[in-house]
């Protein structure tokens, strides 16, 4: 009997291609430069009190910040030692022996090796220099798809709405595949596929910092899905496998991420200048931190002490975007002339409540909850006055828990007028009814949306989209509607947006990882998020807590807005007198 599996027979090991041993790197997509002085300081202040004598044990705590940064609910993230470990486990705990892993082609070159050493089988996806998503389609008999977007060595890049329908798809199936998302370039791209993780639960992303915190030698990424799927992924990973240095490494990292952010950001305007300044070679659309370009410059490009990677069975090479000198230097060898940087106009969400912001729901909700209450509790005296005494409370923008609620106390204190109940409870809640009104609350869901069927005629929007559109900001939601009603207000306003709801307990306002998906999926560096609500300022206030390297602002718009809004806060009566100055300097 051979000591080892017969199929690792002809596995070859991974082996570096052939290179000088001196010139400029350009062939290992690395970042275009080291670490910031003071953060590099700080590191090296840190590793030079560090005991080297003991284990690592700071991955959990390091996880949570992490998972806090990008809005993850509790156990939906793994720290590893790179994505590439990552996708390791993936492939350890999802496949048996004989089945088939769909990879992109041309794709990233240790894809078929992990996939056979785990004894599965390659299914390659052609895909040419662009991302055609129709044989992905002819793919989804597979036990996995590995997207890598952008993808790596083209850039080649599809948006989410692009992305949707295969993701569609594959939920649909009655067996879905584990759909693995690689976004290893996605800081370079024009947005991320962060919120499709919370919709699609045979689906996970993937991510490192090689690129993103220029932290190529600490070998360290994550991954991000379904908890329970996480979970499972968490048991292969051996004890103590990320070394105390790279823990540590990444704790000083995001302390200075607007440092690293800043060096990212300058790349893609360097990329695309690059690109249309050849004048004999065709550079391929790109959204990575590198550019594919034929036919192979690389001869050329090493007479003048530049390293790139030549891509095998194909007439081209990939070059990794440098600095603003590198890439000058690197045109003229090329025959061409880079173009001076222009200023680069910042990223800007403009984040909107849908209740009280987009549409006039008050009527409508009010309505709604009253004809629950009466339903389910006759004899409690219910009045306008008690529903907004909940929503100024704060911890009621759900209507299904502010119903709960209303129960709750009438079940504590009795069938009586609760707005002064609620009223003296300001700032402090009610925290000892709080497993009594979780266990109210479907209840409640099911007999408040029963009447939302009719109360919903109430509805009227309060802005169009054109209006929208001409802020020049990206836009998005963030509502307390369940994703049930969030269908219902699009059809109110006859227009769709991108955007988070309260689909599960993580994303319940003043919980701030709505907003914090939203700022990931859109690449924001400033977030205006406009509610009406004290749980919306909560949120937005402890968002900006989370990510301080990003402009966060808050508009407080409605008749109850001097109750939560701080004085930095923008004030407006409404959302459509707040647009106009959107293209001012705001207060």
């Not at 590191?43 to 949570?64: D, I, K, N, V």
């Amino acid at each position: 009997m051979p000591l080892l599996r017969p199929d690792l027979a002809d596995l070859p090991a991974y082996q570096r291609p052939a290179e000088a041993p001196t010139g400029t790197r350009l062939h290992m997509n690395e970042a275009a430069a080291d670490w910031p002085a003071q953060a590099r300081a700080a590191l090296l202040a840190r590793l030079q009190e560090l005991p080297f004598h003991l284990y690592p044990e700071r991955q959990a705590e390091l996880t949570e910040r992490l998972a806090r940064r990008l809005g993850v609910p509790e156990g939906g993230l793994l720290l590893g030692s790179s994505s590439g470990a990552l996708l390791d486990l993936v492939a350890m705990a999802g496949l048996s022996a004989g089945q088939r892993v769909a990879i992109p082609e041309p794709g990233f070159s240790l894809y078929p090796l992990l996939v056979r050493r785990h004894g599965g089988r390659v299914h390659l996806v052609p895909q040419g220099t662009g991302f055609p998503l129709e044989p992905w389609f002819e793919a989804l008999d597979c036990r996995q798809l590995w997207l890598t977007l952008p993808n790596n060595p083209t850039g080649a890049w599809l948006s989410p709405a692009e992305l949707e329908p295969l993701l569609e798809a594959a939920a649909a199936r009655p067996e879905p595949p584990l759909v693995v998302l690689d976004e290893a370039y996605v800081e370079f791209a024009p947005l991320t596929h962060r919120l499709a993780v919370d919709h699609y639960p045979n689906m996970l992303l993937l991510r490192t910092f090689s690129k993103a915190l220029a932290s190529a030698s600490w070998r360290l990424g994550y991954l991000v899905g379904d908890p329970a799927l996480v979970a499972r992924l968490a048991t292969l990973q051996l004890p103590y496998s990320l070394p105390t240095a790279s823990l540590e490494a990444l704790d000083v990292a995001l302390d200075f991420a607007g440092d690293f952010e800043d060096l990212v950001r300058s790349i893609p305007g360097r990329r695309d200048r690059f690109t249309t300044a050849l004048p004999t070679h065709l550079a391929a659309p790109s959204a990575g931190n590198f550019v594919h370009i034929s036919p192979d410059p690389s001869e050329l490009l090493a007479g003048h002490s530049f390293k790139v990677r030549r891509l095998p069975g194909a007439d081209a090479a990939r070059i990794t975007v440098g600095s603003e000198l590198v890439m000058s230097q690197v045109t003229q060898a090329l025959g061409g002339e880079l173009p001076m940087a222009l200023p680069r106009p910042r990223r800007r969400l403009l984040a909107l409540d849908i209740d009280g912001v987009l549409i006039d729901a008050d009527r409508s909700f009010m309505e709604a909850v009253a004809r629950a209450l009466k339903d389910l509790r006759p004899a409690l005296p219910w009045s306008d006055g008690s529903f907004r005494a909940f929503k100024r409370l704060g911890g009621f923008n759900n209507d299904f828990r502010l119903a709960a609620g209303a129960l709750a106390l009438a079940e504590a204190f009795g069938d009586q007028d609760l707005q002064p109940l609620v009223e003296a409870a300001m700032g402090t809640g009610f925290p000892q009814l709080e497993a009594r009104i979780q266990a109210l609350e479907p209840g409640a869901q099911v007999v408040v949306q029963q009447h939302y069927a009719e109360t919903i005629e109430l509805e009227k929007p309060l802005a169009t989209l054109p209006e929208l559109q001409a802020t020049g900001w990206d836009l998005a939601v963030l509502t307390g509607r369940p994703p049930e009603e969030l269908l219902l207000a699009w059809q109110v306003l006859g227009f769709s947006l991108p955007g988070v709801c309260d689909a599960a307990p993580h994303l319940r306002k003043p919980e701030p990882a709505g907003l914090l998906q939203l700022a990931d999926a859109f690449r924001a560096e400033e977030i205006l998020f406009v509610g009406d609500t004290v749980d919306d300022a909560r949120c937005l206030r402890a968002a900006a807590a989370l990510r301080p390297e990003l402009t966060w602002r808050f508009a407080a718009v409605g008749p109850d807005r001097d109750r939560f809004a701080l004085p930095s806060d923008c004030q407006s009566a409404s959302l459509r007198d707040l647009l106009p100055m959107l293209n001012q300097e705001l207060p």
